[in-house]
């Protein structure tokens, strides 16, 4: 599940930078105040990466996604990269556990034959 997870994650790094790259054009907007939310939010996915396996790991990945989808009042393009990263975070946690379950089914089994 880390490996999936963590690659959503990374993904969602870059596709926050170029948002902060097209909210840069916003009027409404400072330089400043896109770039300290862009950052943060770029940092928390990349730390984000590490604690996915330790408690309330994945409820902070669903909180990132979230804020994703919220940042589409800004950038509205986000609305739909939000779901779609959503859709991918929820693929990386479903398949990644069956990949996990799997793994140690298949060490049990290895195990046992050894």
Not at 40 to 54: D, E, H, K
Not at 89 to 110: C, L, N, P, T
Request: positive net charge; hydrophobic residues 55%.
């Amino acid at each position: 599940m880390r490996t999936l997870c963590a690659s959503t994650l990374i993904g969602e790094f870059f596709v926050i930078g170029f948002a902060g790259l097209v909210a840069m054009k916003s009027d409404a907007l400072s330089m400043t105040t896109v770039w300290t939310v862009c950052g943060v939010a770029m940092l928390f996915s990349v730390l984000l990466c590490g604690m996915i396996t330790r408690p309330g790991g994945l409820q902070l990945g669903w909180a990132l996604q979230a804020g994703l989808i919220v940042s589409g009042f800004w950038v509205p393009v986000m609305f739909f990269l939000g779901v779609v990263f959503g859709g991918l975070w929820w693929a990386s946690v479903h398949y990644g556990r069956k990949i996990d379950e799997a793994k140690a089914r298949w060490a049990a089994q290895a195990q046992t034959e050894a």
